[in-house]
Each structure stands twice: as C-alpha cells, then as structure tokens.
C-alpha cells in the first residue's frame, strides 16, 4: 500500500497518542467508573467534513440523548476494508459521528476497538516515533486505514515520495506541544488541510 499512492485518492490522518492506543484495546478509562470512550476523536470537524463525507457517503438517522430532550443527528456511515492474516480482503461497517455538545469541534470514528482493522499490536508509540493513523481512500472508493510510523516516513523509497512528503510537512509544523496532528490530502482536487503551523 505505501507504494501504491497511483490509486489513491485522499488520505485522511491523526496523531494517535496514549489514550488513543488504550481505545484500541478497549481499556480508555483512566478510571474505575466505566469503559471509557472507544473512539478516535478528530478535531478542526467543520474543515474535515467534505473528505469525512466522501469516505462516508452514506447518512443515517440516530437518537441521541442532548440536554434531557431526544435530538436526531446524521451520522455519517461507510466502510473499513482490509486484509486478514490469510490475505482475504474483509470490509466492515464504519460510523463517523459529528460533535457533540461537550466536545463541538471533534466529530470520530466509533466504535475502533470492534474493527480488526485497527489492531492494537501493530501500534508502537514512542519517543521519537509518533505515530499516524491513516485512512486511505482508493479511487474505488473503498477506505482501508493503516498505521504510519515517523520513522518510516523519514525512510527513503518507504512510502510514497508525494505521501511521505504531505505527512511529514505536517509531523513538523509548529503547533501547540499538546496538540494531536491532524490533517488530510485529496489527491482528486489538491485539496489539503494540516492543523500546524
């Protein structure tokens, strides 16, 4: 796939740090009183919508429980796809879900702990080695998310030169020191977005 950037329409990222990585083994809760949210939470919503859109074509109705009254929201749906340890390409149902009233700049992915895809043991977070998750939309409109590590996209003929590139441009640019990188690339319309400076 790293190689494979001909095919690939926009690529979607975060930063994934600490608490990101106990979402994946379902264990989020800093604390004794629950599970903790099972999600991966992506700031600058209103900026992300168009490409969160296209790889999440699909718009459902839900209930939601704001402020003591009942509200319906759009949560956006779509696909995960990838490979199993056979080589069998598998697809699961995603669910992208806009703010909420506590958090109103952060729409996320749901439910990450339940989808194969993001496989805790491939993570490796550490200093002087942080982390992207990507989510990697083909021309086919299928997205397949993926992990990127900074040394990787630091080492050459490993990705893609325009896809290292983009990533890395954005791993460096200044931004506040508690501040995840988000950013995407759509490679349909050079559309860009990066979240430093």
Same mark, same amino acid.
């Given at each position: 796939?790293?190689?494979?950037?001909?095919?690939?329409?926009?690529?979607?990222?975060? /930063?994934?740090?600490? !608490?990101?990585?106990?979402?994946?083994?379902?264990?989020?809760?800093?604390?004794?009183?629950?599970?903790?949210?099972? %999600? &991966?939470? &992506?700031?600058? =919503? +209103?900026?992300?919508?168009?490409?969160?859109?296209?790889? &999440?074509?699909?718009?459902?109705?839900?209930?939601? +429980?704001?402020?003591?009254?009942?509200?319906?929201?759009?949560?956006? +749906?779509?696909?995960?796809?990838?490979?199993?340890?056979?080589?069998?390409?598998?697809?699961? /149902?995603?669910?992208? /879900?806009?703010?909420? %009233?506590?958090?109103?700049?952060? !729409?996320?992915?749901?439910?990450?702990? /339940?989808?194969?895809?993001?496989?805790?043991?491939?993570?490796?977070?550490?200093?002087?080695?942080?982390?992207?998750?990507?989510?990697?939309?083909?021309?086919?409109?299928?997205?397949?998310?993926? =992990?990127?590590?900074?040394?990787?996209?630091?080492?050459?003929?490993?990705?893609?030169?325009?896809?290292? +590139?983009?990533?890395?441009?954005?791993?460096?640019?200044?931004?506040?020191?508690?501040?995840?990188?988000? !950013? =995407?690339?759509? &490679?349909?319309?050079?559309?860009?977005?990066?979240?430093?400076?």
């Amino acid at each position: 796939m790293a190689n494979e950037a001909g095919n690939v329409a926009r690529i979607l990222y975060k /930063e994934l740090v600490e !608490g990101d990585l106990r979402k994946l083994q379902a264990k989020s809760n800093d604390a004794d009183t629950g599970g903790g949210a099972r %999600d &991966f939470r &992506f700031g600058s =919503y +209103k900026t992300l919508l168009p490409v969160i859109m296209q790889m &999440f074509p699909q718009t459902v109705k839900e209930s939601r +429980k704001r402020g003591g009254t009942v509200v319906q929201i759009d949560v956006f +749906k779509g696909a995960f796809s990838w490979k199993d340890a056979m080589g069998q390409v598998r697809s699961k /149902e995603a669910y992208f /879900e806009p703010p909420t %009233d506590v958090r109103p700049s952060e !729409g996320r992915v749901a439910r990450v702990h /339940e989808h194969p895809c993001f496989d805790a043991s491939k993570v490796k977070i550490g200093v002087g080695n942080r982390v992207l998750l990507l989510l990697i939309q083909l021309d086919d409109g299928s997205v397949w998310p993926h =992990y990127a590590e900074e040394q990787s996209l630091r080492t050459p003929n490993a990705w893609h030169p325009v896809v290292a +590139k983009e990533l890395l441009d954005c791993l460096d640019a200044e931004r506040p020191l508690n501040q995840a990188v988000i !950013g =995407y690339r759509d &490679f349909t319309n050079a559309g860009r977005y990066c979240n430093g400076k």
